[in-house]
């Protein structure tokens, strides 16, 4: 593993057809852009046209980062796909107000929720099943509301 891959990582939380969900941890900058776009195009180019990125663990992100971001999201939709944000923290949310660019990405408060943009038919299951083998930890799956707990 690179030393760039260190303070960067992109983990496939759960796959379909076509549409991946990815959770990136670390920092998305300059010395680790062309890692995660290594990453994210291997992903789009197997068929992965809708794109969930679970940004709750990443903790930087500068202009090059939100630059990767741009151009993965029109790779998307030149696919006729889409780019979908998902968990963005203060610091990202603030970056793109800051920038303007909070209108090109279509964001939402969970991978759960950014999940209802993807048509059903390209849709995942989530959360995952306990058994998948790409099932996150059970403090990454969406909150259970109402009713009682799943067993």
Do not use: I, K
């Not at 990136?24 to 992965?48: K, N």
């Not at 971001?69 to 970056?95: D, F, H, K, N, T």
């Not at 209802?116 to 990454?140: I, Y």
């Amino acid at each position: 593993m690179s030393a760039d891959m260190r303070s960067l990582a992109v983990t496939a939380l759960v796959q379909a057809d076509e549409c991946a969900v990815l959770r990136v941890t670390g920092e998305l900058d300059l010395r680790t852009e062309q890692a995660f776009l290594a990453e994210a195009r291997s992903v789009v180019s197997a068929g992965h046209r809708f794109l969930v990125l679970d940004l709750t663990a990443l903790r930087f992100c500068d202009s090059r980062g939100l630059s990767c971001l741009l151009a993965l999201e029109w790779l998307c939709r030149r696919l006729e796909g889409r780019l979908l944000l998902a968990s963005l923290g203060v610091r990202m949310l603030r970056l793109l107000v800051g920038t303007q660019s909070l209108g090109v990405f279509s964001c939402f408060p969970t991978v759960g929720h950014a999940l209802t943009a993807v048509p059903h038919a390209s849709r995942p299951v989530w959360p995952p099943e306990p058994d998948d083998p790409q099932t996150p930890d059970a403090t990454d799956r969406e909150p259970h509301t109402g009713g009682p707990a799943p067993a």
